[in-house]
């Protein structure tokens, strides 16, 4: 239950990689002078940093619910057997 209440957290982080990224390639596109691009390159490093940190939260989510369903598995088969 921990895990499902910090979701929409997650999701927000991993999605701010994505944004950054799409905003250089916009900048890049416009031809904005370099300090801009130096600004985005920045947030692009932040949000390459958070993606990284979300997965960590994706792996150990993906461990627990195989985990349970193996488990859930398990328990069918010792009732039934």
């Known amino acids: 239950m921990g895990m499902l209440s910090t979701t ?6 991993d999605i ?4 950054a990224d799409n905003a250089g390639g916009i900048v ?10 130096e600004i985005i390159d920045v947030l692009d490093t ?3 940093t958070t993606k990284v ?7 150990g989510s993906t461990v627990l ?8 598995y398990t328990d ?6």
């Open 76 to 81: 069918e088969i010792v009732t039934f057997a």
């Open 8 to 13: 929409a957290y997650v999701l927000t982080m």
């Open 16 to 19: 701010f990689g994505q944004i």
């Open 65 to 72: 619910a195989s985990f349970l369903l193996f488990s859930a």
């Open 53 to 59: 940190t979300t997965k960590g939260f994706a792996i």
């Open 46 to 48: 932040v949000g390459n």
């Open 28 to 37: 890049e596109m416009c031809q904005q002078p370099t300090s801009v691009r």
